[in-house]
């Protein structure tokens, strides 16, 4: 079941614990208020479904945590968050408890919009994105594009968690760490860790040849990669000649 349970940034509307720097009338917009969440979660799980739930806002990642906590998810089910864009440190130690959980992200984000410092209350402002952080804690996270709000194409985002466009150089990932955002990150959510993710003995085959190697060429160039090959599936699905 797909849920929204906050709105985005650049319209003020993401659910954040303070309010907004340029705009101190508003910390955003709880999309499901009053147990409105409970209930759609529950719904859920009479259903047994897991749920994948856009929170971009600390506040919004904080109340969907509450309720997948009170209702977790089927055994062998796993829910999803959506964006995650910021996670105070204490989310991120609750996210640790939750091994069903998977952060579903979108480094777009940070290539499009580095102006979220003006934006943002500055104590929320060192809990953006902090993507090599959740990592080294072990969280799940799977990559993705955020099309059509941000540009389909993968390597214009694992250019962007190498070098980020915002200066956080701490929270920066490596090529290697990137990519598997997007192959066995991936594979994880939709539990098919165990064939897809990797080529190995016994994998399917799916995976995509490219026109340069990524993990010897500068963020910019990762971003003009190009797929030659892509194969799903045990099928070549795309040639470039």
């Known amino acids: 079941m797909k849920i929204f349970a906050d709105g985005s940034l650049g319209s003020r509307t993401a659910l954040l614990s303070s309010p907004y720097q340029d705009d101190p009338e508003t910390n ?4 499901h208020p009053n147990g409105q969440l409970v209930e759609m979660v529950k719904k859920a799980r009479e259903m047994g479904l897991p749920v994948a739930v856009h929170a971009i806002g600390d506040l919004a990642v904080e109340r969907v945590l509450d309720v997948v906590e009170q209702y977790p998810s089927a055994k062998g089910k796993r829910d999803r968050i959506i964006h995650a864009n910021i996670l105070r440190h204490d989310l991120i130690a609750r996210l640790k408890q939750q091994n069903h959980l998977i952060l579903d992200i979108q480094p777009g984000f940070i290539r499009s919009d580095v102006s979220y410092t003006g934006r943002l209350p500055e104590c929320l402002q060192q809990y953006v994105s902090p993507w090599k952080t959740i990592l ?14 941000e540009d389909v194409n993968p390597f214009k985002h694992i250019g962007a968690v190498v070098e980020r466009a915002d200066g956080r150089t701490d929270e920066n990932l490596t090529v290697y760490e990137a990519i598997s955002l997007y192959t066995k990150g991936s594979a994880f959510a939709c539990h098919h860790e165990h064939d897809r993710g990797k080529i190995q003995r016994g994998y399917k085959a799916d995976f995509t040849i490219v026109d340069r190697d ?5 963020q910019e160039e990762i971003s003009k990669t190009k797929a030659v090959m892509t194969v799903i599936d045990d099928e070549i699905v795309y040639t470039a000649y």
Request: one cysteine or more; charged letters at 15%.
């Open 214 to 218: 990524v993990f010897h060429i500068s």
């Open 28 to 31: 955003g917009l709880e999309i």
């Open 136 to 149: 080294t804690e072990g969280i799940h996270c799977a990559g993705g594009s955020d099309a059509p709000i």
